[in-house]
């Protein structure tokens, strides 16, 4: 099956700085999702972006299948972006679509 | 428009007992799918239910099973309970496949 790699594993920041988080995957997608869980443990929809370039305030995502690599920035990072995020494609390959996460970013955005 | 809804939020549970948790998903979703996600890593694909059947199912034991009934409401059972099932359980629900999931806030099962 898909394997995914996420990088950094953990990402510590000061509040106001960007970043970027990386997801690499091992074979074709057709649908990636981002999610962001917080400290309670729900998964949050950040993006779903199986290709392209996608906005959202702060945040922006984008998806290169060719490449088989997706990108979430977050810029001007606050307090309260700190947590999990996941990157999820959809296996492609036979299945009905279930996402495959990764492992995760953890991020630290310090006051 | 209320989202997916989980129930119960937490749960104990005693090695070798059974335990039923519940999904209901978002208005106009019709496919759940459930994960199981251990402490520090991420989800693990269960199986996922469409049409009130199973379509898809990872790398889990019989020990673990599930059904869908005819509002697309979802349970997953697991019998037997084992120390190494502790874990977060989430429901996903989507309209049809390859399409974008929205997960519930989870069900922590602890196995004591």
């Known amino acids: 099956g898909i394997q995914v790699e996420q990088s950094p594993p953990d990402l510590i920041l000061q509040e106001g700085a960007n970043s970027t988080l990386r997801c690499n995957f091992s074979?074709?997608?057709?649908?990636l999702q981002w999610f962001h869980q917080n400290p309670w443990g729900q998964l949050i929809n950040l993006f779903y972006?199986?290709?392209g370039t996608k906005q959202n305030g702060r945040l922006s995502a984008t998806t290169v299948a060719t490449e088989r690599y997706s990108l979430l920035y977050i810029s001007s990072s606050q307090t309260t972006d700190s947590g999990v995020y996941f990157c999820?494609?959809?296996?492609?390959?036979?299945?009905?679509?279930?996402?495959?996460f990764g492992k995760g970013t953890k991020l630290s955005v310090k006051p | 428009d209320a989202g997916v809804t989980q129930s119960p939020t937490h749960l104990i549970k005693t090695r070798g007992q059974q335990v039923t948790l519940r999904c209901s998903p978002k208005?106009?979703?019709?496919?759940v799918s459930w994960y199981q996600q251990a402490l520090g890593q991420g989800p693990q694909f269960i199986f996922q239910?469409?049409?009130?059947?199973?379509?898809q199912r990872g790398n889990f034991p019989d020990r673990f099973s599930g059904h869908q009934f005819p509002n697309y409401s979802s349970e997953l059972n697991v019998n037997a309970l084992l120390l190494g099932d502790s874990a977060l359980y989430l429901c996903?629900?989507?309209?049809?496949?390859?399409?974008?999931?929205?997960f519930g806030q989870g069900t922590r099962l602890t196995v004591v």
């Open positions: 996903a629900s989507s309209s049809g496949f390859y399409t974008e999931a929205f």
């Open positions: 999820a494609p959809g296996d492609y390959g036979g299945s009905q679509g279930n996402l495959i």
């Open positions: 208005s106009g979703h019709d496919t």
């Open positions: 074979d074709s997608v057709n649908n």
């Open positions: 972006i199986p290709s």
């Open positions: 239910y469409y049409e009130e059947e199973e379509r």
